[in-house]
C-alpha cells in the first residue's frame, strides 16, 4: 500500500519540484483501476509526449467532463529503451510513465473545471496542482471491511471444488461476479457489488 504524504493544511504535498503534471486516463483504463487496487499506474504509448521527471507530482484526470480521479508521483521506469536502438550511445529514454498513488478518488472524483489539457500528459504549475489536490481533499479515515465471495460449486472433493472456486474468479472478475461488502461488526449493512458499483442483487426489488 502507498502512503498518503499530508500537507499541513490537510492536502497532498506538492513537494520541491520543479513542476507538476497531468494525465489523461481513457475512460477504459479509468474502469480498470476502479475494479482493482494498484499502487501505481503505467502508462504506454507516449511517444512523443512531455516526460515528467522521477518525484514530480501528478493529478490523474479522466475527460467529458474533466475529474480529478487521484494524486501520485512519477516513478523511474521499470524498463529502459535508446532513443536509437542502432546507436549504443544514444540518450536513454523510459519505455513507459509509472506513477505511484498517493491519493485515490474513484469513486468521488473532483471537478476540473477551467483546466486545458494538452493531450495525455499535460504540464502544469505546482499552483494549479494544489489547487486540484485541494479540491480532493484529504483521505477518508480508514477502517475494517468484511468482503466475501460466495459461488455454489459442484465438484467432487473439497480440494477440487477450491479449485474450481480459483478458476471462475479469474475467468469471470469484478466484471460479473458479486463482491458482498460491510463494515467489520455490522453485517446487516452488507452491499453486493458489481464493476466496482454497488447493484442490487435481491430479485423481488427489481419487481
Do not use: C, K
Amino acid at each position: 500500500m502507498t502512503d498518503t504524504e499530508l500537507r499541513a493544511s490537510g492536502t497532498i504535498d506538492a513537494g520541491s519540484g520543479h513542476g507538476a503534471w497531468a494525465v489523461l486516463l481513457p475512460a477504459e483504463r479509468y474502469e480498470a483501476e476502479r475494479l482493482v487496487h494498484h499502487d501505481t499506474l503505467e502508462l504506454t504509448g507516449l511517444d512523443g509526449a512531455a516526460r515528467p521527471r522521477p518525484g514530480e507530482p501528478v493529478a490523474v484526470l479522466v475527460d467529458e467532463p474533466p475529474r480529478v480521479v487521484a494524486l501520485g508521483r512519477i516513478a523511474r521506469a521499470t524498463a529502459e529503451i535508446r532513443e536509437d536502438p542502432d546507436d549504443p550511445q544514444s540518450e536513454v529514454g523510459p519505455r513507459e510513465l509509472v506513477v505511484t498513488y498517493t491519493r485515490r478518488a474513484f469513486d468521488e472524483p473532483a471537478p476540473a473545471h477551467g483546466l486545458t489539457l494538452a493531450g495525455p500528459v499535460t504540464a502544469l504549475d505546482v499552483a494549479a496542482w494544489r489547487e486540484l489536490a485541494d479540491r480532493l481533499g484529504p483521505p477518508p479515515p480508514r477502517r475494517s471491511w468484511l468482503v466475501s465471495l460466495d459461488l455454489p460449486i459442484e465438484a467432487a472433493s473439497a480440494a477440487d471444488a477450491v479449485r474450481l472456486f480459483w478458476s471462475y474468479v479469474q475467468e469471470l472478475g469484478p466484471r460479473e461476479l458479486p463482491a458482498f461488502v460491510s463494515p467489520a461488526g455490522n453485517e446487516l449493512a452488507m452491499q453486493a457489488f458489481v464493476l466496482g458499483a454497488e447493484a442490487n442483487q435481491d430479485p423481488e426489488e427489481d419487481d
